[in-house]
Structure formats: structure tokens, C-alpha cells
């Protein structure tokens, strides 16, 4: 049990930083807006990655290895796809909220986006989601999960707890300010 905890928040930390970069890859080399800190807390993470990274492991971590036919056609990534959609515009709807209500505004705005609801909310980050989680489910997690395994217990209890440390630190300056 401690070592899924430990596996879970490893994952939660190596996808906020992962969300991170392709946040600010976005906005420096993609929008050209130039570089911000693209999290709400002041390390390179954005926290809403990492939740929904974990919500799409636990809820579609073993779906995506039944397979679900239709005649001949294996439709199981269709239906993964469109469930990662849904999962993660959810997630993004709900955190918006959260952040408005914890900072008084939220870090993104969809409105000039078509199909948006509020702006916090779109059609095209969602498909954008989906695509990312496809490649997250598919590629990235099965590489993680390979890497923990392989990793020495010890060594990865030290990575973890060095993790945890700066993330509740990192938390606790938001706290504090």
C-alpha cells in the first residue's frame, strides 16, 4: 500500500512537470508570448496535470486493456479517447472553479476559442487533451511504470521523499503569501 502511494504521487509529480514544460512550450516557442510560471505554485509544476493524470490512471488504467469490438473492429482506443476528453474537461472545468474561488481567477481563457463555455472550458484544448492523454495512457505510463519497477526501493523511496518535501514546501509558500 505504501508503495502505490509512493507510485501515485511519483506519477502525480512527473506529469504536473511534464504539464509544466508543455505549458510553457506552448506559450514561449508555439503563442510567442513569451515565458511565465504556468503553475499556481512557484516550482515547475502544474498541479492540474498531475490530478488529472491520476484520475485518467485510476479510471482508465485497466480499461484501456479490454478489448471492446465492434464486428471486427477493436473501438477500445475510440472509446478511451473520448472518455480522456470528457474526464479531462471536467477536471479543467472543476479546477477553474477552484482556482477562482482560492486565487480569484483562474490561469487560462478559452474565449477565443469556438464551442467555449465561460472560457474555461473549449472544443479544441479538450481534443488537444485527449490527444495528450492518448499519448500519456499509451506510451508515457507504461515507460513510468517500467522505470519504477526497476528502480531500487531505496532510491525510490529517497526520489519520493525528496519530491514531497519540495512540493509541501512549495505549498506552504502559497500558504503563507
Known amino acids: ?93 472543476i479546477g477553474s472553479y477552484i482556482m477562482e474561488f482560492t486565487r480569484g481567477e483562474w490561469l487560462w481563457d478559452y474565449t477565443r476559442f469556438r464551442f467555449n463555455y465561460q472560457g474555461r472550458i473549449a472544443l479544441n484544448p479538450s481534443i488537444r487533451f485527449g490527444i495528450g492523454g492518448m499519448i500519456f495512457l499509451y506510451v508515457l505510463q507504461p515507460i513510468f511504470v517500467k522505470l519504477t519497477e526497476k528502480m531500487n526501493s531505496r532510491l525510490f523511496e529517497k526520489i519520493v521523499a525528496i519530491m514531497g518535501i519540495l512540493f509541501a514546501a512549495d505549498v506552504l509558500v502559497l500558504i503563507i503569501k
Open 1 to 93: 500500500m505504501k508503495r502505490k502511494v509512493q507510485e501515485y504521487f511519483f506519477y502525480f509529480m512527473l506529469y504536473s512537470i511534464l504539464g509544466w514544460i508543455y505549458e510553457v512550450f506552448l506559450e514561449v516557442v508555439i503563442y510567442k508570448w513569451g515565458f511565465s510560471n504556468r503553475g499556481v505554485l512557484f516550482g515547475p509544476y502544474c498541479v492540474i496535470y498531475g490530478v488529472g493524470a491520476l484520475v485518467l490512471i485510476i479510471l482508465l488504467g485497466k480499461a484501456k486493456q479490454k478489448a471492446v469490438h465492434i464486428g471486427k473492429w477493436n473501438v477500445t482506443p475510440i472509446l478511451i479517447f473520448i472518455a480522456i476528453i470528457g474526464i479531462t474537461t471536467v477536471i479543467e472545468l
